[in-house]
Every structure is written in structure tokens, then in C-alpha cells.
């Protein structure tokens, strides 16, 4: 159950996918921090093949909807993610499970980078398909809408010392983004974070809560299973219209199911068939 108190500074627990994202973003930038001393230039190849780039995008460089969103934004810029990914999918993880959270922050990354790239075609605010961005943001922008529209009378802290309702921290964040996305620099990184917590609301309201996986998984067992049922109806129907023409009476329950002669025989208020 959502929790009814304030967050306090009391560190949640480090734990489930909320861990293996942070460990994820954390190895990718100590790895492009060595490699990128060792070696600049492969890296910085390789980052324009890894980072959100339409233009690539549509080229066929279809990776860069999942690779942009775990790539280093920075010192300061790192920290401040994981920070909010530690203390805000934590409380999400606790709500809903391991699985659900993993499933937003993956869908909002890619569905949100897909969303912008689109967007960039059409020119919107001057944006245009060449333009780069990366970081985690658009994902944990995901995470905090998913918080804000779960628990979004939660109080929690801002800046650590600053309380204030979830829902509202959410709607500054959206108004910096579109303060940035019509006047600042990184206008596309901007238009990817709200095309991402967009994504996050989206998953929220209509994803299940067992997650999507599981959802399309028992969604297709279940196609799956009532044609296999509507098979064994139609096979038994045939057969016994085979067997009434050969003068002989068989019987089946209403999934196809064969039923015992003996069985119609007996008399259910007759007790001595009972073991």
C-alpha cells in the first residue's frame, strides 16, 4: 500500500530493479569516463552512434531508442538522477513490484525517445531530426509522473529540506522543460524528457499492474488456450455425428470433453456408487 507520511531523509532501501538501474547507469559511466581517458576519440565515435540522434535513428540505427537513455549526462548530472531513481523507484518498486518498474523505465525510454525523433520530422518549436541528446532524464522523468499520478498527495522533500506534494514537484519539472524547449539550448533534450514522463503517465494509467509482459503473456496463453478449447469442441461434434450414424450415442461436456456412459447412468442421489 502507498505509504500515507512524508518521505524523510531516512535513505529507502537499495534494492530489486531499482539497484540493477543504478548499477547499469553507474557502469556505463565509469566505463566511457576510463575508456573515454584512454582512448577519446573511438569513444566519442561511439557515443554518436549510441546517443538519440533522429536523423540515425531513421536511418536504421534503431538501438539508440534504448543506449541514449543510459549514457553519461556528467558528474553532477549523474548524481542528481540516481539519486532520484534511488528514492523515488524505490517507493514506486515497493507499490508495484520489480517487474512493473523495470517495464516503465524501459518502455518510457524508448517509446519517449521514439515520440521526440518523430516530432523532429514535423519541425516542431524549430527542432530538427540531426539534433543529439542523452542521459537518463527522460526514464526518471517517467518514474517521478508514475509516482505523482500513484501517490501524488505523498509529501516529499525537495532540495531535501523544501516539502511539498509529489504532484506538484512534477508539474515544475514540466514547466522548466517547456520553458526550456522554447527558449533554452537543449530544446530536444527537453522535448525527449516530455515525450518520456508522457510515456511514464501512459504506462501508469494502462499498463497492469503485474506488468505489461505478463499481461500480453497471459493474454496470449488465454487466445491460445480458447482456440485449443473451440478445436476439441468442433473435433467432438464431428465425432459424434460419425458415431450417431453408426448408431451409437457419445456424449461430451460443453470444452469437448469425452463423458463416461457410466457415468450418465448413475443416479446423483443414489449413494452406494460413492467411495
Aim: glycine content about 8%; proline content about 5%; hydrophobic content about 50%.
Amino acid at each position: 500500500m502507498p505509504r500515507t507520511g512524508p518521505i524523510s531523509l531516512a535513505l529507502p532501501p537499495f534494492a530489486g530493479a531499482t539497484r540493477r538501474l543504478i548499477f547499469a547507469n553507474l557502469a556505463v559511466f565509469f566505463g566511457f569516463a576510463i575508456f573515454g581517458w584512454a582512448a577519446p576519440r573511438p569513444v566519442s565515435i561511439l557515443l554518436g552512434h549510441l546517443a538519440l540522434v533522429p536523423a540515425a535513428l531513421f536511418r536504421g540505427e534503431i538501438w539508440q531508442l534504448l543506449t541514449y537513455g543510459f549514457l553519461p549526462m556528467g558528474i553532477l548530472g549523474t548524481l542528481f538522477a540516481m539519486l532520484t531513481l534511488w528514492f523515488i523507484g524505490a517507493y514506486l518498486e515497493d507499490m508495484r513490484g520489480s517487474r512493473w518498474l523495470m517495464e516503465l523505465y524501459l518502455f518510457s525510454t524508448c517509446a519517449g525517445a521514439l515520440l521526440a525523433s518523430l516530432l523532429t520530422l514535423v519541425h516542431l518549436f524549430g527542432l530538427r531530426p540531426d539534433l543529439i541528446t542523452l542521459g537518463a532524464w527522460a526514464p526518471i522523468f517517467a518514474v517521478m509522473v508514475a509516482f505523482s499520478v500513484i501517490a501524488g498527495e505523498q509529501e516529499i522533500l525537495f532540495f531535501f529540506f523544501v516539502r511539498m506534494k509529489a504532484k506538484y514537484l512534477v508539474w515544475i519539472y514540466i514547466i522548466l522543460c517547456i520553458a526550456i524547449l522554447l527558449k533554452g539550448d537543449d530544446r530536444f533534450g527537453a522535448l525527449t524528457e516530455l515525450s518520456g514522463a508522457l510515456m511514464g503517465y501512459v504506462y501508469t494509467k494502462f499498463a497492469p499492474r503485474s506488468g505489461m509482459a505478463l499481461g500480453l503473456s497471459e493474454r496470449y496463453f488465454g487466445v491460445r488456450n480458447g482456440y485449443y478449447r473451440w478445436k476439441r469442441r468442433r473435433a467432438a461434434k464431428k465425432f459424434e455425428v460419425y458415431m450417431r450414424k453408426q448408431n451409437r450415442e457419445v456424449h461430451f461436456d460443453k470444452d469437448g470433453r469425452y463423458i463416461d456412459p457410466d457415468e450418465l447412468r448413475k443416479n446423483p442421489k443414489d449413494k452406494r456408487w460413492m467411495n
